[in-house]
């Protein structure tokens, strides 16, 4: 018969740590990786996006950048040469309350080649104002690549986690941001600013 009492624990105590050793750090890191979805709150703000738009043919002839002035997003559009090609920028609003996002339709100015760039104001926003910081006062901020992880413990410890192009991190929780159907491949992602209420200013 097998001794499986006290004196079989004694004489095996090495192997059974070794055995039981990986499975509490693996208990570890998922514990690590899961405490801060419960402790930290979900995103508080909303976040208009400046995202890549894929490339088409022809070559678009205007090109547009936006600026935050005062709290109010501006877009600049001027004309572009016909031997280059430039980015073409969608504006996506991440909506927290959703944790989806939509596209922000634009009606910019048409400017012709060689003629002087036009700048008008976009205001789809009901008013409220963008701080253009790269926190969000409720300390969610926007993290975008596209890495694999290190391995095990960086998946664990949710490194690697916002691969799919963006993400809102902070404290160690992600917030994946879902872009739209034509954009989740390496489209490049950039904050313009957080929309808060009319009176709110940066911190």
Known sequence: MTDTGPGFV??????????????VVVVFFLLASAVPRWL?????YD??????RPYTQPAPRTAVEFDVRDGRLEATVRSVPRDRYEQ???????????MNVREIRLDLPEVREGGSPQTIAIDPFGGRRILPQAKAPDGYELKTGRTSGPGLVGDLFGMGRYDATAALVNKGRVVTIPLPQGYQYLSPVHAVGWLADAGAGAR
Do not use: M
């Open 10 to 23: 004694r004489s095996n105590r090495f192997l059974l740590a070794a055995l039981a050793l990986p499975v």
């Open 40 to 44: 930290v709150a979900p995103p508080a």
């Open 47 to 52: 976040l208009v996006l400046r995202v890549g």
């Open 88 to 98: 073409p920028w969608s504006l996506i609003l991440f909506e927290h309350e959703t």
